[in-house]
């Protein structure tokens, strides 16, 4: 009884939204939101859950002053992406090279 609660629970669970979130397919192109993937682990997280597909990425947002160079190597040194779209207050900060260590 209860493995068929959890079996019903798995089935139906749908994620959180803006979490790798499935939007649609259009015209061979699969749309994903993942918008709530602002720091580095959940962005790489994110990166390799597509390992095995070709990824165009959309990034950038609002500047709150973190540290980018992790998320710069994970986007820039991941295999499968093809292109980046930069965006917001970070993009320029994240099209630039690697930061000076300190």
Same mark, same amino acid.
């Given at each position: ?22 939007? +649609?397919? #259009? ?8 918008? =709530?993937? $602002? ?7 994110? *990166? ?15 500047? +709150?002053? #973190? ?8 986007? =820039?040194? $991941? ?7 930069? *965006? ?15």
């Amino acid at each position: 009884k209860d493995f068929d609660k959890l079996k019903y629970g798995l089935q139906e669970f749908r994620g959180l939204p803006h979490h790798i979130e499935y939007v +649609r397919s #259009l015209h061979g192109v699969t749309y994903y939101d993942d918008s =709530f993937s $602002a720091s580095y682990p959940s962005l790489d997280v994110a *990166i390799k859950s597509f390992a095995d597909k070709r990824v165009i990425l959309i990034a950038g947002g609002k500047d +709150r002053g #973190l540290d980018l160079t992790p998320m710069k190597r994970a986007i =820039f040194d $991941a295999p499968n992406i093809e292109n980046v779209i930069l *965006i917001g207050e970070t993009r320029f900060k994240l099209a630039e090279g690697e930061e000076e260590e300190k």
